[in-house]
């Protein structure tokens, strides 16, 4: 006996209507508005308002099913992540989000996801804001939201291609930062 009415609906589908409505709905407990002041600085984009306004929330998101087996990779605008066969227990839906493309903020998910075996990152800065910012104490963070903060990624920064490379063993929201 099926539970749903028609019968090529399937769990991925269900899974992707679920997480896009999720992404229009949004979060009003967002970690941009929330950080502390005497914490570390999330890096801004430049981005020229005009710039600002050609991006819609369709093209600050995107989602896959990554399969435990292969592994695979999903990548939005300056984000990339590479997760690597058995990894996961069983395939699973993955997704980026920009909630704001003025900062280097992303929400990686499915949140509270962990994995066997770390998923690797990596972030451009290319389109930073450098202004005050020394570039070797940029960083990856992922926001901890028990104590409102953001808490270091093991990570290498490459100078020249102006990229952050980390690895990840959960999901969560994960952002550029620096002192």
């Known amino acids: 006996m099926s539970y749903f009415p028609a019968k090529n609906i399937s769990l991925k589908t269900l899974s992707i209507v679920f997480l896009v409505t999720l992404f229009f709905v949004g979060c009003s407990n967002s970690p941009v508005s929330n ?9 801004s984009r430049s981005i020229s308002p005009k710039e600002d306004a050609q991006f819609s929330s369709a093209d600050l998101f995107t989602a ?11 990548s939005l605008y300056d984000v990339t ?3 690597p066969a058995g990894a996961l227990d069983s395939d699973t839906l993955f997704f980026i989000k920009i909630p704001d493309i003025t900062v280097f903020y992303n929400e990686f998910g499915t949140h509270g996801l962990y994995f066997n075996k770390p998923v690797k990152v990596t972030m451009s800065y290319r389109d930073a804001d450098l202004s005050g910012i020394d570039e070797s104490t940029i960083r990856i963070g992922w926001y901890n939201p028990v104590d409102n903060s953001y808490q270091d990624v093991e990570c290498t920064v490459n100078l020249e291609t102006k990229e952050v490379t980390g690895y ?3 999901f969560s929201a994960y952002a550029l930062i620096s002192d």
């Open 35 to 43: 950080i502390e002041d005497d914490g570390p600085t999330l890096l």
């Open 64 to 74: 896959k099913v990554i399969s435990a087996t292969y592994g695979g990779v999903l």
């Open 81 to 83: 992540i590479e997760i």
């Open 168 to 170: 990840l063993n959960h």
